[in-house]
C-alpha cells in the first residue's frame, strides 16, 4: 500500500501543533574497517571531540560528606567502616550552617516558650509551696527525731534482745542530740543573718527579704510539686526544632515491629545532624534486613510521632541489617524548586551523567542514560513533561545527538525542539502516526545494520561490541548517538491501527537498542499493563515514578516487587509536583543507588527555548543540523501497516500456497520498503503482527532453496481476517 508523498501544510493540523518530517538517515556509512582506522575524519573528530566536548561540568560525584579516596586495598566495605575524622557537619560549609541554623532555632524556641510562661510558673510554684513547707517539716522531723529507726529498735522488742535495744536506743538518743543542736544552730544563725543585714544594711533588707520569699517559693514549689502535674513542661517544639533522641528511635522501631525491647535496635554512631534533619545509624537486631525497615516507614514515622514524609530510610553497604534513618526538619519536597544546572550550560556531553534534581538531603541526582532508556509515569500534571524534557534537554546541549521527538498530547510543551530534532511530531494524527511508524521502523533496520557494521570493525576501533563516543561522532561511521523522546507514550500505544507496530518496535529498540547508541525516553500518565505491558517496560532500565493513585500503578512502572521493597510512588503527595521515585533496574550506575526520591530541577519552557536555540547554533557550527531542524522538506511516506505489507507479501510469494515461511515473508518485505524492512528479523514480524491476533505457525511452503518444507510461517487467511476484524473495529 503506498500513498502519496505528503507535504508540511499537509501535515498542520487545525488545532494541534503537528510537525513531521523525513527520517533522514542519508549518509553512506563505512564498513571498512581500514577505512574506518586510517580515516582523516576520524582522527579529526575524535580530536575536536576531546577538545571540543564539555564534559567535567557536572560530573561532581563526591556528594555530601562522603570518604576520600582510598588505597585500593582499603576500597570496598572496609572503606565503608571508616567514619569521618572530621565530622560530617563541620567539614561541610552548608551542613555546618544548618547546624548552626538548628541550634539557633532550638534555643530560641526554647528561650522564648519558657519566658513567656514565667508568670504561670510563679503561680504554680506559689500554690504548691504550702505543700512544699508541710513535706519540708515532716522530712525534717523525720531526720531530727530520727523516726526511721523505729521499725529497728522495735524488732529489737519483739525479739526480746534488751542490749541491742540499748545499743540502738542510746544511737538514736546522740542522733537526735546532735540533730538538734545542728537544726537549732542552723536557725540561729539564720535570724542572726539577718538581724546583722538588718542592722547594718538595713536598706538591702528588703531586697534579702524578697529573694528570700522568692527563692522559699521555689524551692518549696518544687518541693511541693505534684508528680502529675509538672511545674515546667518541655518546651512544645516544632519538628523543626526538636531532637531526635536514641529513646525515640528505639520506641519508633520497636513499634514498627522491627525489634522487641528486651533486644532493641543499636546505634553505629551517635545520632547527630545532618543536613537539614537529623541522622541515626541504626543496627537491626540479627537475622532483621534493612529492607524490612524500608517497608515500613509509615509505622516508624508514627513511633518517632512526625510526617512520613519527613522520614527516609536508606539501607546502608555495610551490612544488611544496618540503616540509615534520616528524619528532615521540615517538608523538604514542599521547598523551592531548584532550576537545573543545564539551564546555564552553553553545551552538555551526554556521555554524561545527567544533572535530573536533589534528593532529600539535597544531594545531586544523576541520571545517566547511556546504555539506558527511561520511563517516566504519573497522574496527569505532576511534573511528567517537566521531567522527561530534562534529559531531552541534555540531548538537545549535545549537538553530536540525534534528537527525535514526539508528543502524543499535541500541545506546545515540545515545540522547543523542533529547531533541533531530526523528526518532530504533535497529536496523533494519522500522518503523525505515519511518521512515528516510518520513524521506528527506520530505527530498528538502522539499529540492526549498525550492529553488523560494528561486528566488522577492528577491536581497537570497537573494543566491546558496543559504541564508543569516538565511534558516536564519527561522521563516516554514522552512528551517531539518538535519543527518541516520546510523551504520552500511551496514545500512539493506543491507536487501533499502529499501535501495535509502536510497541513492538519500542520494544526492539529498547531491547537491543542501547548498545547501538539507541536511547529511549517515554513518558505517560496511564502506567498500566495494557498500555505498557512488561514486555516494553521491563526493556526501559531507568523508571521514574512521580504520583500514581495505586502502588500497582507503581509497580507498573517500577517494575514488579518494588513495592514490596519499600517503594511506593501511590504515597508521594499530590502537592509535591515533579517529585517522584527514580530506580535503576539494570546494570546502570543508577541501579546501584537503589531507588531515591527525587525532586526534579526545574527546566523552565523558556529555559527549553534557549537550550534548544543552543543546541541548534552548535549543530549548524558542526554542520550536524538534520532534518526538519535543518529545514528539509518533509518527505513522509505513508506506509500503511505491517498487516497490510505482509498480506501483500503473501500475495506475491504464496501463490495459489495458504501461507509462506517467515524468512520468505521477510525477503519479500525487504525488497518492497528497504527502507522500513532491512534487519528485520522474525521476532521483529512476530512483535509487530501480534497485537493484530496473527502468530507466526507451522506452514507447508518452499523455502528460498526450493525445497518444500514444514516451518514457522505465516498463513494468508489469518492476515486476511485480522485485516477485516481491525476495519470493523475502526467502524
Ligand atoms: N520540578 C518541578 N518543581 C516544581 N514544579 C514543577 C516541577 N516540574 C513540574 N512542575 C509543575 O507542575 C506542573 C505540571 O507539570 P507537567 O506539565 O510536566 O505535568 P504533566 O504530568 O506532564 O501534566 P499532563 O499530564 O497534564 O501533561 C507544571 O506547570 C509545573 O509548574
Known amino acids: 500500500m503506498s500513498r502519496p508523498t505528503q507535504t508540511p501544510d499537509d501535515l498542520n493540523d487545525n488545532t494541534e501543533v503537528s510537525n513531521v518530517v523525513a527520517f533522514p538517515i542519508t549518509a553512506e556509512p563505512t564498513t571498512d574497517a581500514d577505512e574506518v582506522e586510517d580515516s582523516g575524519a576520524l582522527v579529526e573528530i575524535d580530536q575536536a571531540d576531546e577538545v571540543e566536548v564539555l564534559d567535567g561540568e557536572i560530573v561532581d560525584e563526591d556528594e555530601g560528606p562522603r570518604a576520600g579516596t582510598l588505597p585500593a586495598e582499603l576500597a570496598g566495605p572496609a572503606r565503608r567502616e571508616l567514619l569521618p575524622i572530621i565530622p560530617a557537619w563541620l567539614a561541610d560549609r552548608d551542613q555546618f550552617e544548618a547546624t548552626v541554623r538548628w541550634a539557633w532555632t532550638y534555643c530560641h524556641h526554647t528561650a522564648r516558650y519558657h519566658a513567656v510562661r514565667v508568670p504561670l510558673y510563679t503561680l504554680k510554684l506559689t500554690a504548691a509551696s504550702p505543700r512544699g513547707i508541710g ?44 540533730r538538734l543542736r545542728v537544726s537549732a544552730v542552723t536557725a540561729f544563725l539564720s535570724a542572726l543573718g539577718l538581724g546583722v543585714v538588718w542592722l547594718m544594711y538595713p536598706d538591702a533588707m528588703q531586697t534579702v527579704l524578697m529573694w528570700t520569699v522568692v527563692v522559699s517559693i521555689i524551692a518549696f514549689g518544687l518541693l511541693g510539686r505534684r508528680e502529675d502535674k509538672p511545674i515546667v513542661k518541655a518546651a512544645v517544639l516544632g519538628q523543626q526544632a526538636s531532637k531526635l533522641t536514641p529513646d525515640v528511635v528505639v520506641r519508633a522501631f520497636v513499634g514498627a515491629g522491627l525489634c522487641k525491647e528486651d533486644t532493641p535496635v543499636t546505634f553505629a554512631q551517635p545520632i547527630q545532624r545532618e543536613g537539614r534533619g537529623w541522622l541515626a545509624v541504626v543496627d537491626l537486631p540479627y537475622g532483621r534486613h534493612a529492607a524490612q525497615a524500608v517497608g515500613k516507614r509509615d509505622s516508624l514515622a508514627s513511633g518517632l ?71 517516566v509515569g504519573a497522574i496527569p500534571r505532576m511534573g511528567k513533561t517537566f521531567s522527561a524534557r530534562i534529559p531531552t534537554a541534555a540531548a538537545a546541549l549535545d549537538p553530536y545527538v540525534e534528537l527525535f521527538v514526539f508528543n502524543g498530547k499535541g500541545d506546545g510543551a515540545w515545540r522547543a525542539f523542533e529547531k533541533v530534532a531530526v523528526a518532530y511530531g504533535a497529536g496523533v494524527r494519522d500522518q503523525v502516526m505515519e511518521l512515528l511508524v516510518t520513524t521506528l521502523r527506520r530505527m530498528v533496520a538502522d539499529m540492526n545494520d549498525r550492529f553488523e557494521r560494528m561486528a566488522k570493525l577492528p577491536v581497537d576501533v570497537c573494543p566491546e561490541a558496543k559504541l564508543t563516543p569516538a565511534m558516536a561522532r564519527n561522521k563516516r561511521l554514522n552512528m551517531p548517538l539518538t535519543v527518541l523522546s516520546i510523551d504520552e507514550v500511551q496514545r500512539y500505544l493506543e491507536h487501533p491501527e499502529y499501535g501495535a507496530e509502536v510497541l513492538a518496535l519500542l520494544t526492539d529498540l529498547a531491547k537491543v537498542g542501547p548498545a547501538a547508541g539507541y536511547m529511549l525516553i517515554l513518558a505517560t500518565q496511564k502506567p498500566d499493563g495494557k498500555v505498557i505491558p512488561d514486555s516494553l517496560r521491563g526493556q526501559l532500565g531507568s ?67 534557549v537550550m534548544c536555540d543552543r543546541g541548534r547554533a552548535l549543530r549548524s557550527a558542526l554542520g550536524l543540523l ?92 489469518a492476515v486476511v481476517a485480522a485485516q477485516s476484524a481491525r476495519i470493523d473495529h475502526a467502524r
Open 543 to 609: 523508571r521514574f515514578a512521580m504520583k500514581v493513585m495505586t502502588w500497582q500503578a507503581s509497580d507498573t512502572i517500577l517494575g514488579a516487587g518494588s513495592y514490596q521493597a519499600g517503594m511506593d510512588a501511590s504515597k508521594l503527595s499530590r502537592s509535591h509536583k515533579g517529585v517522584g521515585i527514580l530506580l535503576g533496574s539494570d546494570d546502570s550506575e543508577l541501579a546501584e543507588q537503589g531507588g531515591q526520591i527525587t525532586r526534579t530541577h526545574l527546566l523552565s519552557s523558556a529555559d527549553v527555548e
Open 305 to 375: 510521632n512526625v510526617n512520613p514524609i519527613t522520614v527516609f530510610i536508606d539501607p546502608d553497604q555495610v551490612s544488611a541489617r544496618r540503616v540509615r534513618l534520616w528524619v528532615s526538619d521540615v517538608d523538604v519536597f514542599a521547598q523551592k524548586p531548584v532550576t537545573s544546572p543545564l539551564a546555564a550550560m552553553e553545551e552538555f556531553d551526554f556521555w554524561q551523567p545527567i544533572p535530573f534534581g536533589l534528593d532529600a538531603r539535597d544531594r545531586k541526582v544523576m541520571l545517566p542514560l547511556i546504555w539506558s532508556s527511561l520511563l
Open 135 to 178: 513535706r519540708a517539716v515532716m522530712t525534717w522531723q523525720r531526720w531530727a527525731f530520727d523516726t526511721e529507726s523505729r521499725a529497728l529498735r522495735q524488732s529489737t522488742i519483739d525479739a526480746a534482745d534488751p542490749s541491742a535495744y540499748l545499743a540502738l536506743s542510746r544511737q538514736r538518743d546522740n542522733h537526735v542530740r546532735l
Open 626 to 717: 538534520k532534518g526538519m531542524a535543518a529545514g528539509e522538506t518533509p518527505t513522509v511516506e505513508t506506509t500503511g501497516s505491517v498487516l497490510d505489507d505482509v498480506a501483500n507479501a503473501l500475495t506475491a510469494v504464496a501463490g495459489n500456497a495458504a501461507g509462506a515461511h517467515t524468512e520468505v515473508v521477510l525477503a519479500r518485505l525487504a525488497e518492497m520498503r528497504p527502507e522500513f524492512y532491512d534487519g528485520w528479523t522474525g521476532s521483529t514480524l512476530a512483535g509487530a503482527l501480534k497485537a493484530y491476533g496473527v502468530e507466526p505457525t507451522q506452514v507447508w511452503g518452499t523455502t528460498p532453496e526450493g525445497e518444500k518444507k514444514n516451518r514457522q510461517g505465516y498463513k494468508r487467511d
